[in-house]
C-alpha cells in the first residue's frame, strides 16, 4: 500500500510525468518527504509529536491528537489539535481529497497511538492551511523530518548556507534533503538573489541524491528560473550548460527531461545555442539520437533546429 502511495505523491510532485509502472525506491521515497514537507516548511508550518486521543470515527470527520512535543512552530493554544481526516476513498479537500488523503496514508488512527503530525498553517504551494502535509509513526521517518525541521531552522537564520547544503548532496547522497532544497530553491522568500537560487538548483538537478522521477518536476523549476533572470545573466548559461550536461547520460530519464527542457528554451531564446560547446552539443546529439532510435523520445523539430543537431536515420 505504502509504494502506490508513494507512486501517486510522484504523480502529485510532478504533474507533468506519468507515475513509473515499477515500484519506488527508498530514494524516491526519501525525496517525496523532503519535497511535501518541504513545501509546508517553506510556509507557516507546525510540527509536533502527540498521540490519538480516540480511535477514527465516521468518514470525515476531525482526529484529535493530544500534542505531547512541539518541534517546530508556533505553540498551540490548548493541548489538544484537531486535524481533519480523510481516506482516498472518501476525502473530500476541494481537490478530490487526494492530498488529505495522502497525509494519512501510512497511519492507523488508533487510541494512543503515538504520531509526528506536519501540519500547514499557511496556504500556497500545494498546501492548504489547517491541513496535514505528513503524518507518520515510522520512526525513520520522524528522524527524517525532524532532520529537515533543523536544516529549515538553521537556513531561517543564514540562508546563504544553503551552498553548503547543496554542496552536501555530492559528499553524502540524501535524497530527502535533496528534495527540500529543491523546494527552499524555488519558493523560498529567504532568497532574494534570484541568480544565486537558480545557480544553485541547477546544481541540483541531476545531482545523485535526486531520483529520476523528479526530474521533470526539477526542469520545469528551472525553466521558471530561467525566464525569470535578465537576458544578460550568467547563470542562464549555467542552466543550459547543466541541461546540456545531463542530457548526455544515456539510459537515465533526466537525461530525456534535460533534452525536452532545452528544447522548450531553444524554441523561445535564439541565444541557448551559443552557451554550450561544441564539444558538448555533440555529446547531447548522439544520445538525443540514440533515445529517438530506442523509442525513449520522439524526434523533436525544435530542438534540432535550435540546436543545429542533424538527425541520422538507422540504416
Known sequence: MRNILVLIGLAVLNPRSAVPARAPSQAEQ???????????????????????????????????????????GPSPKTGEISIPYAQFQEGNSGDGGQPLAMAWASVKVAHNTSVTIVLALESGWGVRAGLPVFITSNEKEIGTI?????????????????????????????????????????????LSNREFSADLLSQIFGNPSVPDAAADDLVFSLLGKYHGLPAESGVRGTIVRRLTQVGQQPGRHAAVSAIQGLARLVGSDESVRTMPSETALEGLANNYRGLVKRGSIPRNPTFETGLAIKYETAR
Open 146 to 190: 525532524r532532520s529537515l525541521v533543523e536544516e529549515s531552522s538553521r537556513l531561517e537564520h543564514s540562508p546563504m548556507q544553503v551552498s553548503s547544503s547543496v554542496a552536501s548532496l555530492s559528499r553524502t547522497p540524501n535524497p530527502a534533503l535533496a528534495g527540500y532544497l529543491a523546494v527552499y530553491l524555488t519558493w523560498s522568500k529567504a
Open 30 to 72: 526519501d525525496y517525496i518527504i523532503g519535497s511535501r514537507v518541504g513545501r509546508c516548511l517553506v510556509l507557516q508550518c507546525q510540527v509536533f509529536r502527540g498521540s490519538f486521543k480516540a480511535n477514527a470515527g465516521p468518514p470525515g470527520d476531525s482526529v484529535t491528537v493530544r500534542v505531547e512535543e512541539l518541534i517546530s
